[in-house]
């Protein structure tokens, strides 16, 4: 049975990126297998199973808590490879509560329509499929600029714009 040390990895965006494992008691130690295959993620039994017959895995440590934190570490290593290539887990805007979004992902027709820029965020998705650009308003009785304000201080990787009747959010 697997020791129950699993990984599965969270972006900020809230999407579940696929670096996933668990550990398994073996002869001579810990066992960390995947169980993410062929880009889909298993169920445990599927991986040991998986593990069983190809013998794949990521190392065998002597303890529990050594394989967990070298799980960690390739959790770790994985969410910044993400971050050097500026995927959208870059982009994760935060909002507040109360706010409405007015537009994220905007075909490039739609985007030419509604008189964005060429080449705009808006027209841009990350490898999540979620667009790296959101339009927002404010809870109802708070001004732009207050909104604006706040969108910044919650999201200091971003490029916050008040747009007058909106704030575009998109990654610096
Ligand atoms: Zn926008």
Do not use: C, W
Not at 16 to 30: F, H, L, N, P
Not at 62 to 74: I, K, R, S, V
């Amino acid at each position: 049975m697997p020791l129950g040390i699993k990984y599965r990895v969270k972006n900020g965006d809230g999407s579940i990126s696929t670096v996933r494992t668990i550990s398994i008691g073996v002869d001579g130690g810990e066992v960390v297998i995947p169980t993410v295959l062929k880009g889909r993620v298993v169920s445990d039994e599927e991986a040991i199973q998986h593990y069983e017959r190809t013998g794949a895995n990521f190392g065998t440590f002597a303890t529990p808590e050594e394989a967990t934190a070298f799980a960690e570490e390739l959790h770790n290593r994985h969410a910044r490879e993400l971050e050097r290539e500026g995927r959208s887990s870059d982009f994760a805007p935060k909002g507040i509560e109360g706010e409405r979004i007015t537009s994220s992902y905007r075909t490039p027709e739609r985007n030419r329509a509604v008189g964005g820029v060429a080449n705009s965020y808006h027209t841009r998705k990350g490898s999540d499929g979620r667009a790296l650009a959101r339009d927002s308003v404010p809870p109802p009785g708070m001004s732009m600029a207050r909104y604006a304000e706040i969108l910044r201080q919650q999201n200091p990787h971003l490029e916050v714009i008040n747009e007058g009747d909106h704030v575009h959010m998109e990654p610096r």
